[in-house]
């Protein structure tokens, strides 16, 4: 009988801790606000948006934003170089608070891992003078474009691109700039971030939007379970659009402003 009494009372304390663990869950926005600190997981080899700068120093568009994000929240923000194939683990193991890593989203990332809103744009598109009329694909007919091969924006301009558009195609992104810096293309269909760093570069023929090929923005990532956390990103990207403090990144970083559509 006692023996019986024992073990009833060993399953329900058992149920009770299990209950109990169940509906415990860590705040992580309450940590960080208790701490003072906001961990943020951040690019340190993808330029723009994170590399190491001449002083050692973490730099870039995806740096500047935790930054904003730290100073909204009125927290430290620490600084966690992370590469593409770590960074939502060191989320999802706890060790970062958020992942500010030119992060695209996808069904198979968000079974793991929520997903603020769009703060970066990330895009392929067609790229020319400032004075060129292209607003489209059919703009592209009878003209010279430049395009590395194999890429995915190769991919896709081919399957819009109107019969009699000239594709000039490269083996690599440093020959097809060099065609279109030299005159030898019209129009290059490349990445938002290949034409910032050119742009970044040079002021001979620079490379303004013309049209967009397939739209792939990035988000600030943050663990499942975490709805205070996602709102409060959520509330100060929108706050930063708003202030026009994120359209200063962009203009910084990307050398074009913030699409009015983000």
């Given at each position: ?74 927290v430290k923000v620490e600084l966690i170089p992370v590469s593409s194939t770590n ?176």
């Open positions: 009988m006692q023996k019986r009494t024992f073990l009833k009372a060993v399953f329900a304390t058992a149920l009770f801790s299990a209950g109990f663990s169940g509906l415990a869950h860590a705040d992580v926005l309450a940590n960080v606000q208790k701490a003072g600190v906001l961990r943020v997981a951040v690019p340190q080899d993808f330029p723009p948006f994170g590399t190491v700068g001449p002083d050692l120093k973490p730099r870039g568009y995806d740096i500047d934003v935790a930054n904003l994000i730290g100073r909204e929240l009125g960074r939502i683990p060191y989320l999802t193991t706890g060790k970062a608070d958020l992942v500010i890593s030119s992060l695209g989203k996808n069904p198979d990332r968000e079974k793991v891992i929520d997903f603020s809103i769009a703060y970066a744009p990330f895009f392929n598109g067609v790229f020319g003078p400032a004075d060129s009329t292209v607003k489209g694909a059919a703009d592209t007919a009878g003209k010279t474009l430049g395009v590395t091969r194999g890429s995915v924006e190769d991919l896709e301009f081919t399957k819009i691109a109107p019969p009699t558009v000239n594709i000039k195609r490269y083996e690599d992104n440093n020959a097809t700039i060099s065609a279109y810096l030299s005159g030898q293309v019209q129009l290059i269909a490349t990445g938002n971030v290949v034409a910032a760093a050119v742009n970044e570069r040079t002021k001979i023929r620079r490379l303004d939007t013309k049209f967009l090929i397939k739209n792939s923005p990035c988000y600030v990532g943050v663990n499942k379970g975490e709805a205070a956390l996602l709102a409060k990103v959520n509330e100060v990207i929108a706050k930063l659009k708003k202030s026009g403090d994120l359209n200063q990144v962009s203009q910084r970083w990307l050398q074009a402003p913030l699409p009015a559509d983000l």
